[in-house]
């Protein structure tokens, strides 16, 4: 009989033995609690004076200042499988600010064709002014003055114009504002959809319950982001 239960006998466990110790690992792993993914959110309340406030999920912790606020977005990134961007941190009298640069590849770009037929001439307006590519001086006119022109013309200041700004993302210093994201249609869907990670990451670590209109700023850091172009 003993030759019969036991499925190995060599290893002194019965198959019975077998079973259970299989049944109690399995209940073990059920009950154990599952690994909860961090926490990355933002929560807004009232803020001074009528202003609305918000805070990041990790903003409150007691490390985050100077070196330990750039370990700890790091880190975050890191874990978060996000590669290619490095994290300084600077402090003065009162607050701090981050600079991030994160590299973007060839890949990450549109094709000069493909960024003129994703924009329109009007993209690269500013403050209702737009650059006369054709003038030799550069020269600013009104969008009221570009509806005047030939289609022809505004076609091609409008590629003139994409070229620039494809070519200036991809610059030593090209600088990115995180607040317009989804303004840099230079960069494909993918490369969008990494930037507003990292934004979301970032933001979990800060808090702010300033109120410009009193002239009141209470931020736990600034940032600047760059871009750094890799050409391989």
């Known amino acids: 009989m003993d030759n019969v239960v036991k499925l190995f006998p ?22 154990a609690p599952a690994e909860t993914a961090p926490d990355y959110s933002v929560t807004t309340r009232p803020g001074y004076m009528g202003a609305t406030a918000w805070d990041g999920s990790n903003s409150r912790r007691s ?26 941190v600077k402090t003065y009298t009162g607050g701090q600010s981050i600079t991030l640069k994160i590299t973007a590849t060839p890949r990450d770009y549109l094709e000069l064709a493909e960024y003129i ?18 003038s030799e001086t550069g020269e600013r006119v009104s969008t009221e003055a570009v509806n005047g022109w030939s289609h022809e013309k505004m076609r091609r200041v409008h590629a003139e114009l994409a ?12 600088q990115l504002n995180h607040f317009h994201i989804d303004n840099y249609k230079v960069f494909r869907p993918d490369f969008i959809k990494k930037l507003h990670r990292i934004a979301q990451i970032v933001d979990s670590f800060n808090y702010d319950d300033s109120n410009s209109m009193v002239d009141y700023f209470d931020r736990g850091f600034y940032e600047t982001w760059y871009i750094k172009y890799a050409d391989k």
């Open 63 to 88: 490390d985050l200042y100077g070196a330990g606020l750039s370990k700890a977005i790091r880190e975050a990134l890191k874990g978060d499988g996000i590669k290619g961007v490095t994290v300084s």
């Open 163 to 174: 070229r620039r700004d494809l070519e200036s993302m991809k610059g030593e210093h090209a």
């Open 117 to 134: 037929d994703a924009t329109h001439i009007w993209d690269f307006s500013a403050f209702g002014w737009i650059v006369d590519t054709d």
């Open 10 to 31: 060599d290893s002194g466990l019965s198959l019975v033995d077998r079973i259970h110790r299989a049944r109690m690992a399995r209940q073990a792993a059920e009950a």
